[in-house]
């Protein structure tokens, strides 16, 4: 089963969930916010999906800008990094699609459909 993280009021998210639903893909839909993952489920996503740390943050969200995480995060260790993602949904780039073999950050067609199709 896919687990969609969505913040529903995202245009992006709303976009992912719309190319979902016309390719007839069946998902558990989470909101990152009110359900927001843990530092346990981050770790595994991140090594699931072979991406950076940085890659799981929402580098264009008003919070990741709020706190001046651009410089931050260079100084800080991996399990801080996961604490904080875990501490606020707004931080975690959005949408996130989770599979048996794979995660997706952000939604970029062509890379949605090698993967999901």
């Not at 707004?90 to 794979?102: E, G, I, Q």
Request: glycine residues 6%; hydrophobic residues 40%; negative net charge.
């Amino acid at each position: 089963m896919i687990l969609f993280l969505e913040y529903p009021r995202c245009s992006t998210c709303q976009k992912a969930k719309k190319w979902l639903l016309a390719h007839g893909i069946e998902f558990t839909d989470r909101h990152i916010v009110e359900e927001n993952p843990t530092a346990e489920e981050l770790k595994e996503w991140a090594g699931r999906s072979g991406l950076e740390i940085k890659r799981m943050f929402n580098t264009s969200g008003m919070k990741y800008k709020e706190l001046g995480l651009k410089d931050k995060l260079l100084s800080m260790s991996d399990e801080e990094k996961f604490a904080l993602l875990a501490s606020d949904g707004m931080l975690v780039k959005r949408p996130l699609v989770v599979t048996d073999n794979s995660v997706l950050t952000g939604f970029k067609e062509k890379e949605w459909e090698e993967t999901l199709l």
